[in-house]
């Protein structure tokens, strides 16, 4: 890009920001985008709502009333009550939890297997690497909602096994990106400096080049949360991820399969069908925005 | 380029073994299989022990990877545990239909996504561009079964524009084959949005991006002072590069795409290959699981050599040798 | 847009018209009937645009009428439409719209000559079966008596891979004919063209094995095999001597079936022109009647359905009552559930009202004995119902000697009363009933885990395993469905030899030789006062014991679409039995 | 932020309204027949809104080109002169970009005048039958100006098809010819190549070949040779030299390297931060630079003569062009900067007929050079 408004603008941005800190101008740059900022703040408060709400809360998860069951929203019941007369509020929350709970275990698992072997092949090469690249090459190519549903299915709806099969195909993506920053931050003088003093590969690696790579890998993580919501609650949909009683998004929303939940109880499918858009949209936006801020050249 | 495509087409089979392997590796540990579906009150244990035999079930498990591995080079796919018939003869009427869904799926999301993307691009920050922005953030985000059942609450319960379920009314004997085809389609139209929301929206936001680097590029810059037409600018010039990186995401698309039928075809109660493959799990009939997976397997391999391709197609500058 | 810009994408929509067109030529419609088919007659001139299924086709002596075709909602078939395989109840209703067998049952469970009269030798062993006149298969070939043989030799083939290997398993010289020691079954013989015996191995004899001789008889003739495998591939193409002859099936989308005007009983020619069968998942069951897709099914009795087809207009919901229930198995070799007072606190606390309201309202009812209610052996007197009461629970807990500890679960020896239930998420109900279990039996002091897993896996470790020692449960939930005939033997409650030594469907591990007697008994006689007799002690001792409990029974539930008349359906009698009677308004 | 930011850079606006009270300072000279002029360009202002602030690229600029001429526009980057050009033939991205003041006159025709009363541009359409046509560009990056998925013979085509009617034949005929003006080995081969198996050299060849593809009046060249080799350089010059003398057009020529100004030009215009701080025929320039700016451009200039000294460095940096400093936008560089310079933006002064230049210390005489902070 040559044109010169282009390279006006930048040669700006470098001055403004001189002066914050690595993670202080990635906050200037984030915090600048209204849409980013907001989503951030309504995804805190769904977390805080999955976490508090079930603690605060007058009903519990299991408390059943046969009595009061598919009521539509009261006061008592601010989201009503399904066929169990089990409070949906309470349900909604701590479903929430379940759903956000897996998304943020499978994440973190995924991006420390996903770390730690992408470093190990983009320090290492050679054969190290070939055999990590071709193990990620055949994960990424598994038809994956279709490997999911048949891992799930005849292992059993659980979640150790749903966490399983998701950080089971999860991990490659992160891998390669992690190898890929290696590799090019390898080649950079500070390396080789660091070689001529004689400084240890583990240190090397934990040392000099992880802190450059955890942009990339707080990226890789907001948006994989997207997207690992959306796989679980699909799952938990089709009866084949978290199993009732255990609430999540996902198996809340199955009772619509029926015909007249689907046509006349709204309130025991919209709700977690709406958690799931909006924490999944503010894990977008708020991911999309993060690698905007951090680099704004690492852009799609 | 010939010497390239069958050097990638060998470069598949590791994989493809790679993947059979472990599916094979995971069906083996799972615990049961569809023998423990034929619960009859008056069935005996040693008439069961004769169901497993008749299955193959005895037999150590690297034996059989192997013999499965060759039956299925030889176009077999095994006996079917629940329907006692053919795997593939139980698949072939399958296939069409997902993929016409899945293609249909795959058109709708070019023909909305790439035009919102182009538009998105040529009018940054319009209200158009945010509208469309704003449209396809809901695209990614929205989860496709509670999409589909918002569809099918509105469209086909309130409004009864579109049947509940199924692909046709089996009982409606249609004049001729383009009647028979607006019948399917109609069945179609709403599994179609479905499937094809995501892809929309993937489209756009690729093709939106993709396009304003290619409009701020210096060439687009020379077609303009060259006293082109805008239309002819935008159409001709940044198009054609622009959708350079799009092309190469249609070889993964349509095989992803088969793989989010499972879902779709679930809630729209379409009979097509997600719909079998989940019964099968749910019957534990492992050589219909083993194909569909397979199947979706190589499908996805060869979407990505399909994309190299296309690729080299749409881009002078590559040269595959 | 620019011009060049329509273009494309009239060129996209006509790529997806082709597609499309593609997919529905790829499905055309066929005609794939085994039998010679006359070639329809050109639709002359009437080509209507407007509604579905205006269209008449030419078929046979009478026109066929696509709207005098019943439309029958199914949720699964399995292409397994042959006498001697179909495993699941709508393959087995293809097969009796089909086939024809040699008894069929009256309302009240009696069994009653189809196309044959028997008559039964003095021992009870030796059934002789008379073909009634006349009878051909759809193609014109008359049946015999060796197109009988053949069908129940089918049952006793050494690679036969169905279920009802227990039909022909009693005649003399199965086992002979199974190890291949013999080259036919010794107790079947064709005596001659319409007359054949069944001869049942000394020591079987008993009232039930007449059902035996309800299954479907298949034409030699066509199904004549030397490869099981040549067999098998016309289990999706069959053939029969009944009503209906088979014309195309669509896996997870419709089978359709041609009224066979060629019946070889003219006056019993059924009055519709044919039947089909549409694959609806259950839950949009009741969009399809609202829109007017379906004319009869039998959705769950589940409180939604209820109340999704109270409000379907158009429709008559009858609730006929059913045969099959809910039960819950203890493992009564643990020590937690060996005593039968623990097994009954649980019972007691176990608010089984509740679960009836939750999940099937007025179309359930709570449980009382292994014996069906619509059966004539049934009598509820003296039976306990177990009615919710915490109290009670709690004193049958300390009388069995469990003690209260501090963290509120009860302790013996030793042992804490923790107990872990299997529950499957297929069906809604195990969730209901132990989602009320999870909430009423901390409260007696029970450590309830609810453990998940498919049915598959809670049957592996429970009622299939094919040993105690490989039986791994504490108590699991599931459904059962009865046979006409009362005997319990082979079945959860039965404690047959196998049961007593080891195996069989009755997981509980519980044994009583006394009860394990009298069942052999009530199995055995031909006297039905001493059965119901003793069918009532029978139930007394299991209603005391609770190794297994009958947790509800449930009503079903047959929406039919007011266009549809005099369809017949009760307990024991299939909609398909009189279906020759019924009219529809076209 | 950003409105203070704007605040500052009213209070600037309204310094240039004062500054442009200066009669006449951008007309042309006394003497000079008004049809002797190709393209007048008055007071034009591009500004680009961006989320950071206004960039003011181009803020009152003045200049024109007589036929026949060759314009110099000299600068470092980011001083407007690429964007002035553009402004032009309205090829500047709007948004951001937008035209805010001025009037060009092209060939006697209006193609933009706009002020308090008038916002006037020529129709798109007309406009676009200049583009390409009466005005061609070269860029500055052979290597990314050519679109890279069509073949070198469709992008010369293009314009002879869409300006002078040709058909594809004709034109690709054409593109042939025009190759082997611009001495390009085996034009028949390479007409159907596509541009990314040429050189840099070879791509610009293409390009000026493109540009003379319609006989422009005006050529504007954009640092066409910036983005070469030394030696490729001089031969593109050469080139470009060498079609001067044969084809009939003015041209402007717009670089930040004074040599090649020296080498190809008649007249120079020298913009800083958007203005235009002096403008001479070239000799006049070279012997006597007035502006500081200048003084410091020319001595930063490599010479052979004088390569025993260390190179003159002006200090500091471009200046951010949504903050620019009060006053005379270069003044925190200025080695003779005074109070003066800080507050308000310094008049015009005519030096000769085409000699002009913006700046206060010029005194009639001329500024002189001494006390420079130079080494």
Redesign the interface.
Known sequence: MSNAENAVVKVKKVKKESELSYWGSVFFRFRKKKMSMFCLILMTLIVLGCIFVPIISPHTITSTNVANMNQPPSMTHILGTDELGRDLFIRFFHGGRISLGIALVVVVIECVIGVILGCIAGFYGKLIDTIIMRICEILMSFPFIMFCITVVGIFGNSIPILIFVLVFLGWAGIARIVRGQILSLRELEYMEACEALGISDIKRIFKHLLPNVLAYVIVFATLGMASVILVETALSFLGLGVAPPTPTWGNMIQPANQFIVLSTRWWIWVPPGVGIFLSVMCFNIVGDGLRDAIDPKMKR | MRTYIIRRLLQIIPVFLGITVILFLIIELSPGDASTNFIDPRMRPEQRAEIARRFGLEEPAFNRYFIWLGNTLRGDLGMSMRYQRPVTEILAPMIPTTLTLALLAFLFSVIIGIPAGIISATRQYSLADNSLTVFSLIGISLPSFFFGLILLRIFAIQMQWFPLFGIRNPLYAPPNALAGAMHMLHHLVLPMIVLGMGGTATFMRYTRSSMLEVIRSDYIRTARAKGLSEKVVIYRHALRNGLIPIITLFGFWIPSLMGGAVITESIFGIPGLGRTAIDAVNFRDFPIIMAVNSMLAFLTLLGALISDLLYAAADPRIKYD | ??K??NRI?AV?IA???S???????????ETAAPTPAPTPAPATGN???GT??D?T?ATGPREIN?NN?L?FGTT?L???FNPT?S?NVYDSYVVSLIFEGLVTNNAGGEFIPNIADWELSSDNLTYTFTLHEGITFSDGTPMTASDVAFTYNVFAHP?Y?G????VV?DFEGHDEFKDGTADSISGINVIDERTISFTYAEGTASPANIANFGYGIMPEHYYAFDAWDDF??K??QPMGSGWFVFQEW?????L?LHTNFDYWKPADIPLIDGV?F????D??????F??D?VDVANPGA????Q??FA?IDGIDVRVIEGNSYNFMQFNTLIPQLEDYRVRQALLYALDRE?FV??AYGALGSVGLSPISPVSWAFNPDGMNPYAFDLDKANELMEDAGWVMGGDGVRTKDGNRMAITWLVY??A?WP??L???A??TWPQIGVDLT?E??????V??RS??A?SNAERDFEMFTMG?SM?IDPDLT???F?LDE?ALGD?G?NASGWRNEEYARKMEDAKQSFDQAKRTELYNEISAMYNEQVPTVVVALRSVMWPVADRVGNLDISTYVDWTYHINKVTLDH | MNENLNNDLNNVDDVDIGAMMVPESGMPAVGQKKEDILLDVKGLKTFFHTDNGTVRAVNDVDFYVRKGETLGLVGESGCGKSISSMSITRIVETPPGKYEGGEITFDGKTLLRINENERYLLPEKDMRSIRGNDISFIFQEPMTSLNPVFKISKQISEPMMLHRGMTKKEAHEESIRLLDLVRIPNPERIVDEYPFSLSGGMRQRVMIAMALACEPKLLIADEPTTALDVTVQAQVLELMNDLKSRINASIIFITHDLGVIAEMCDRVVVMYAGKVVESSPIEELFESPQHPYTQGLIASKPDMATTEKRLHVIPGNVPDLTELPGGCPFHPRCYKVTERCKQEYPPTHKITDEHIVSCWEYNGSGISSEGGEEA
């Open positions: 847009m620019t060049r810009y994408i996209a790529v997806i018209m597609l499309v067109l593609v997919a529905a030529c790829a499905t055309e419609y080509e209507t645009q579905d299924g269209e086709v696509q075709i439309r699964s399995d292409g397994l395989v495993s690679e891979t279920v009802r290997g227990y398993v098998a591939a289990f999706d669509r896996d997870k989308e419709f359709l089909i549409l694959d609806i998942p839950e949009s069951l009741a969009g399809a609202m829109t897709q589940s409180l939604d359905n109340a999704a409000t509740a309201t939750a998420p297929e809604a969730g209901i132990s989602g009320l999870a909430d609810i998940i897993m498919d049915f598959n896996t049957g592996d009622l299939s094919s059962w046979a082979g079945g959860i039965g196998m195996g469907f």
